[in-house]
């Protein structure tokens, strides 16, 4: 089948490979619609959490031998350790990750645990289905945030993870959401899914500020925008350097927290939330030109905000 892989530092190539093997509990679907995610772009310079070989892709859709739609949590995790059984199954520390420990679904087919698997609901389209993960991510971030209803909310930056986001915290009940890009095209859009204000860069005062971005001066910016008390959430991944200023988040009792994924659970709100909310942004292109869409987007092409590589039977 063809596959889109992570060959080298910085490299992906279209290839033939083998088909995939299903072990004890898994399941082969063919692959609908798969999303390329901000870390995959930017994890690949570098490999670490990513090793090659590999075919990445851990956003997708698509359909089991039967016909069945579905999406899939990629993130696998034991269930029985103590973090699994308070729920905060995402944190395991024997999790694996498809499209990161195990082969994804930049290709014809994937491989996937049986208990990953989520039926889609009648009449979700593909490309919302293919949404459903970072959905997820924006879910968890807004919970961890504690879900303040009627809270004014800063999002830093209108990618893809900015605008789910903004999408969550507005079907969260969020009483003023201000998003901030300096691209024009990507403030239109924030505009039209439901941002009250766009901006270049926050301004005021917020009581959430998330920060989906993660470059030392988005996090410096997610800090100081707050109010006392405030909490930030970082979802963003582009650098490991916090920069905010330590002895400030003291004395004002500000809180920093870290967003990794989504529980199981969040999951299943994120598909039930995809159904509510316009996620009909994505730019479909097929797989076969995944590699050459990969290496624009990865180089800065910003025209696309979400491509969805569709391989040729999807």
């Known amino acids: 089948m063809r596959a889109m892989v992570f060959t080298r530092p910085g490299t992906v190539e279209m290839l033939d490979v083998a088909e995939p093997e299903p072990g004890p509990d898994e399941v082969v679907l063919n692959v609908a619609l798969a999303g390329i995610c901000g870390s995959e772009l930017h994890?690949?310079?570098?490999?670490?959490?990513?090793?090659?070989?590999?075919?990445?892709?851990?956003?997708?859709?698509?359909?089991?031998?039967?016909?069945?739609?579905?999406?899939?949590?990629?993130?696998?995790?034991?269930?029985?350790?103590?973090?699994?059984?308070?729920?905060?199954?995402?944190?395991?520390?024997?999790?694996?990750?498809?499209?990161?420990?195990?082969?994804?679904?930049?290709?014809?087919?994937?491989?996937?645990?049986?208990?990953?698997?989520?039926p889609l609901p009648d009449g979700l389209s593909w490309e919302a289905a293919a949404m459903v993960e970072p959905l997820a991510n924006a879910v968890h971030a807004w919970n961890l945030a504690g879900a303040p209803r009627d809270a004014r909310v800063g999002v830093i930056g209108a990618g893809t993870i900015g605008l789910v986001s903004l999408l969550a915290a507005r079907a969260g009940g969020a009483g003023q959401v201000t998003v901030a890009d300096p691209t024009p095209d990507r403030q239109n859009l924030a505009r039209r899914l439901g941002a009250d204000e766009v901006a270049a860069q926050l301004d005021g005062e917020f009581d959430v500020v998330i920060d989906a971005v993660g470059l030392p001066v988005t996090h410096v910016a997610s800090v100081d925008r707050l109010r006392p008390g405030g909490t930030t959430v970082w979802l963003g991944l582009m650098s490991d350097e916090p920069a905010f200023d330590s002895m400030a988040l003291v004395r004002t009792e500000k809180t920093v927290r870290g967003s990794f994924a989504y529980t199981d659970?969040?999951?299943?709100?994120?598909?039930?939330?995809?159904?509510?909310?316009?996620?009909?942004?994505?730019?479909?292109?097929?797989?076969?030109?995944?590699?050459?869409?990969?290496?624009?987007?990865?180089?800065?092409?910003?025209?696309?905000?979400k491509a969805l590589l569709q391989p040729a039977a999807g």
């Open 265 to 305: 659970a969040e999951f299943g709100q994120a598909i039930e939330l995809a159904a509510d909310v316009d996620l009909g942004w994505g730019d479909v292109f097929p797989l076969e030109q995944g590699a050459e869409i990969f290496t624009d987007l990865m180089h800065g092409r910003s025209d696309v905000v």
């Open 43 to 118: 994890g690949i310079g570098k490999p670490g959490f990513r090793q090659p070989p590999l075919v990445m892709g851990h956003e997708f859709a698509g359909t089991t031998d039967d016909g069945t739609r579905v999406t899939v949590n990629p993130i696998g995790h034991c269930g029985s350790c103590d973090l699994c059984r308070a729920g905060a199954d995402n944190l395991c520390r024997e999790r694996a990750i498809v499209g990161i420990h195990r082969a994804g679904a930049f290709a014809d087919r994937v491989a996937v645990p049986s208990g990953l698997v989520h």
